[in-house]
């Protein structure tokens, strides 16, 4: 099976003439050899001859030139570079700012070296557990090789949104929306490494392109609308455990505390069946959801 050849180009830094002292000659050139040419052109009406016409020929020449001359000059932006072709060799790259001046032949392609950010549109995907979410992430890049940019893909800025959301996708399945045991890494609870990890796995898909990612984040993170329901009520079913759980180990501390009190204070002396009914009476009252209501007992507990 024949294997093509990889296309390598690497970014030349080209240090382009200033253009300024071309653009004063050419406008000072444009009247003289206006004058020159129509002085010719004048001399041979009169009969000049031969002489005539060629020196008004030389004089057209010139003018092309000199408009060929001017069509060399090109600015560039201060972070921006300009990508320079002779007939499809690419030649070098220009960054230094201001009014420049190079072969006129030469094809000039403008590339934006500022730093960029765009938001990925909300994705639906599963989750690692298979549960359906919206996610969206925000991407900061800038251009680092020119050359890369303009000749290894076909538009980088297209490349570089697309290859952002296919690499979000890929994330977001590898890990769970919310983590349901200690230690397990989700997509609520770990920002930060999931913000690295998905920079790193940006930056792998773009490094080709001569694209550097800044920095990436998630900006939207929800469950898909048909079982957002049904997982709202899971979070609030786990959020009455735990607070139940954290209600009964302050109850049970309570207790204990008022029990060691009433021991050691001599306030009143409790056999094992007192304690229990007491520290039933203080769960019951300390754990309850609603206000308890007292019950008077004028009988005795042995009765």
């Known amino acids: 099976m024949r294997q093509g050849r990889k296309l390598e180009i690497q970014e030349i830094q080209r240090t382009a003439r200033s253009g300024l002292p071309i653009l004063v000659l050419g406008i000072v050139m444009f009247p003289l050899l206006i004058f020159g040419f129509v002085s010719a052109a004048v001399a041979l009406a009169e009969g000049a001859g031969v002489i ?27 972070n921006e ?5 002779l007939f499809g060799h690419y030649t070098g790259t220009v960054t230094d700012p201001g009014l420049r001046w190079a072969n006129p032949f ?36 800038k251009v680092v090789e020119t050359a890369e940019a303009v000749f290894m893909v076909d538009d980088y800025t297209n490349y570089v949104h697309v290859q952002s959301e296919a ?14 045991e200690a ?5 609520v609870s770990h920002t930060a490494e999931i ?25 939207h993170l929800a469950y898909a609308p048909e079982i957002a329901a049904a997982m709202l009520q899971r979070q609030q079913a786990s959020a009455v455990v735990a607070a139940r759980q954290k209600i009964v180990e302050g109850a ?10 009433l021991s050691q204070k001599d306030v009143i002396h409790l056999d094992e069946e007192r304690k229990a009914s007491m520290v039933s009476n203080l769960l019951v009252v300390l754990c309850s959801d609603r206000a308890t209501q007292p019950v008077v007992n004028t009988g005795s507990l042995y009765s």
Do not use: C
């Open 106 to 141: 030469y094809s000039k392609k403008r590339v934006s070296l500022r730093v960029r950010n765009f938001e990925t549109g909300k994705l639906k995907v599963n989750d690692a557990r298979g549960n359906p979410i919206e996610i969206a992430s925000v991407v900061v890049w």
């Open 52 to 78: 005539a016409f060629l020196i008004m020929v030389g004089f057209a020449l010139l003018f092309v030139a000199d408009v060929i001359m001017l069509i060399g000059l090109f600015t560039v932006n201060p």
């Open 167 to 180: 690499a979000v996708r890929n994330m977001a399945t590898g890990y769970a929306y919310d983590a349901h």
């Open 81 to 85: 570079g300009k990508v320079l072709q």
């Open 252 to 261: 049970v501390g309570m207790v204990e505390s008022a029990l060691d009190l």
């Open 183 to 187: 230690g397990e890494k989700s997509l």
């Open 195 to 219: 913000s690295e990890r998905l920079t790193v796995e940006i930056q792998a898909r773009l490094t080709q392109a001569g694209v550097e990612v800044l920095e990436s984040r998630i900006s």
